[in-house]
């Protein structure tokens, strides 16, 4: 099994869609939890931390339930620009690895 | 904020040739620099955790004499590709972290802006 599975997609998505991806990770000791964007071909950037409350930055609300091992990302609202792939990232400092990425997930926005 | 140059973004080299990535943090002392590989559609798998000063640690599957890592200062550390070949031919980016950050203060991790190398 993936230390972090992601479910690959491709989502194709209209404009103004809300959309979800999901995240789950395998040990348990993880520690924090990140969405990262990636477009293509370019470096990973930063979205947001993930936290059990849940956050939300605008159109985007991570969410962590650490009893399932699972993490989520809802984006309300889609827009063109949204287009990307989205990896879940899972730190645990347990790990030598430290920084785990997913796999990651493909969102196309449609006009 | 803190800057992560990496250089080139692209090489195109002929098999069995060896090919120098650079990464450099550009205002911050960077005591552990990270090596990623991904192929396309894949994740960033972590190829080798380079500590200023001393020998990279490589990950399991990855060939350190094939795969080699330099981090002579605090903001410069190389991976050459020696001897290429078409399977090494793959998105390369690297990931700095400030010397007195956790990886988990995600603001403390920064990347590259990878280097795509084509093996003909």
């Known amino acids: 099994r993936k230390e972090v599975e992601q479910d690959p997609g491709p989502f194709n998505v209209p404009e103004g869609a809300t959309v979800a991806f999901n995240c789950t990770y395998s040990?348990?000791?993880?520690?924090?939890f990140f969405w990262y964007r990636q477009d293509c071909r370019k470096e990973p950037k930063l979205l947001m931390s993930?936290?059990?409350s849940g956050n939300e930055d605008g159109r985007f609300t991570a969410q962590l339930n650490r009893a399932s091992q699972y993490i989520s990302l809802l984006i309300r609202d889609s827009k063109l620009s949204d287009s990307a792939t989205y990896l879940c990232?899972?730190?645990?400092?347990?790990?030598?690895?430290?920084?785990?990425f997913g796999s990651g997930t493909q969102l196309t926005v449609l006009p | 904020g803190a800057v992560v140059s990496q250089h080139p973004s692209w090489v195109i080299c002929k098999s069995g040739t060896s090919v120098k990535i650079e990464c450099r943090s550009l205002?911050?002392?960077?005591?552990?620099m990270f090596w990623y590989r991904q192929f396309p559609k894949q994740s960033l798998m972590l190829m080798a955790t380079?500590?200023?000063?001393?020998?990279?640690?490589?990950e399991q599957g990855v060939e350190k004499d094939k795969f080699l890592i330099n981090h002579a200062s605090l903001t410069l550390s190389t991976l050459t590709v020696t001897s290429a070949h078409p399977e090494d031919s793959s998105f390369y980016i690297c990931?700095?972290?400030?010397?007195?950050?956790?990886?988990?203060?995600?603001?403390?991790?920064?990347f590259g802006s990878g280097t795509q190398l084509s093996v003909l």
């Open positions: 990931s700095a972290r400030d010397g007195t950050g956790e990886i988990a203060t995600n603001e403390k991790l920064f």
């Open positions: 040990n348990s000791a993880s520690q924090s």
């Open positions: 993930v936290y059990s």
């Open positions: 990232v899972v730190f645990s400092s347990g790990s030598a690895r430290q920084l785990t």
């Open positions: 205002d911050f002392q960077a005591t552990t």
């Open positions: 380079s500590n200023e000063g001393s020998k990279a640690t490589y």
